[in-house]
């Protein structure tokens, strides 16, 4: 079964940090670029960072930069979101997601493999 599996969550004081990881299963993850995204309760999905297949090349969301680094192990088969100085407004569920379509996208619809999510609360 192909699957994604977040993990890493929880509740942390503002300006505390993070580490989510991202596992698949059942495909071969450094074949997908693979990308984060975030969704607040009555918010749009807005798109986190993203890392190409081989981890040269990432990009964030203008909020993250400098706060957010995301890196990927190929050999484990695993993604992380490393996340720094969070904020009461980092608080969303956090979703990663592979495609193997494009070199590397920022746009959601282009993910073909989506995770469960894992809830991120950051208390002020």
């Known amino acids: 079964q192909v699957q994604l599996v977040e993990s890493g969550g929880g509740l942390v004081q503002a300006g505390g940090s993070l580490r989510l990881s991202c596992a698949a299963s059942g495909l071969t993850l450094s074949t997908y670029a693979v990308g984060w995204f975030r969704q607040a309760p009555g918010k749009e999905r807005e798109f986190v960072a993203t890392?190409?297949?081989?981890?040269?090349?990432?990009i964030y969301g203008v909020s993250m930069k400098g706060r957010f680094t995301i890196s990927r192990d190929n050999a484990k088969n695993t993604v992380y979101l490393q996340m720094n100085s969070l904020k009461p407004e980092d608080t969303a569920v956090y979703y990663c997601?592979?495609?193997?379509?494009?070199?590397?996208?920022?746009?959601?619809?282009?993910?073909?493999?989506w995770g469960q999510g894992t809830q991120v609360t950051i208390s002020s």
């Open positions: 890392i190409s297949r081989s981890g040269s090349n990432t």
């Open positions: 997601a592979g495609q193997d379509r494009v070199y590397i996208t920022t746009v959601a619809h282009q993910y073909d493999i």
